[in-house]
């Protein structure tokens, strides 16, 4: 059974350009969660989202970022007009709908660098 | 400019001996807590949980403690091995609220050989 899968594992951008992560969920998962994590810091939450609904994006900022879960294929964050400050690891989670979200299972994430 | 993140709080411990690492949680109202495991350049490893209804929970070499008057949590590691070497998170959540987990500021755990 594999884990949460995340690509790219590396995204390098220039200031303006636009990043797409992807995260798909395990097997019978149907709750994704993003979550930004800087150096040295822990994991802040950003977006929980079940298939073609967005539950919670209290913590993703209100300009630039957007994300979904489509019926068919991978959770996408979208960052677009990149900037140094969204040099970041993006994190993504899924947890079973039996589970209530309860226990997220994180994947490798994705290390955004932004020249 | 470059903006510089605060440092972890290391704890050094000698191999075989046990670990233990604390957390203090911010909201009364969490009542599900897990601890994560996250080595360099890898996502947070599930590790164990507990639920607010027990003070502690025993797994595969580690176990939790949950002091609700206080509001802290612990973890023990026995006989810590190199590859216990990581950082460590405790998070929060409302059980089965199904929504975002809170975030320690981690632990880094260092063995001595």
């Known amino acids: 059974n594999a884990g949460v899968m995340q690509n790219p594992r590396h995204l390098v951008r220039r200031r303006g350009q636009e990043a797409r992560l992807r995260c798909s969920p395990m097997?019978?998962?149907?709750?994704v969660y993003w979550y930004r994590q800087l150096p040295e810091e822990g994991l802040k939450f950003m977006v929980y989202?079940?298939?073609?609904?967005?539950?919670?994006e209290s913590g993703m900022p209100k300009e630039r970022f957007s994300a979904e879960f489509p019926k068919e294929g991978p959770s996408i964050l979208r960052i677009q007009q990149v900037v140094r400050g969204d040099s970041a690891a993006y994190f993504c989670?899924?947890?079973?709908?039996?589970?209530?979200?309860?226990?997220?299972?994180f994947g490798p994430g994705t290390r955004l660098t932004v020249l | 400019g470059e903006s510089v993140g605060l440092h972890l709080p290391t704890l050094s411990v000698q191999e075989g001996d046990n670990s233990i690492i604390n957390c203090a949680y911010s909201?009364?109202?969490?009542?599900?807590f897990i601890w994560y495991k996250q080595e360099s350049g890898k996502g947070p490893q599930f590790i164990i949980d507990?639920?607010?209804?027990?003070d502690k929970r025993q797994g595969q070499r580690v176990t939790v403690l949950l002091n609700k008057t206080v509001k802290h949590l612990s973890l023990q590691i026995a006989a810590t091995q190199p590859g216990d070497s990581a950082v460590y998170f405790c998070?929060?959540?409302?059980?089965?609220?199904?929504?975002?987990?809170?975030f320690g500021s981690g632990t880094r755990l260092s063995i001595r050989p």
């Open positions: 989670a899924s947890s079973p709908p039996a589970n209530g979200g309860d226990t997220q299972y």
């Open positions: 097997k019978g998962h149907s709750h």
């Open positions: 989202l079940q298939k073609e609904n967005i539950i919670d």
């Open positions: 909201n009364s109202a969490s009542d599900y």
């Open positions: 507990i639920r607010s209804n027990m």
């Open positions: 998070a929060e959540n409302t059980a089965g609220s199904a929504s975002k987990i809170i």
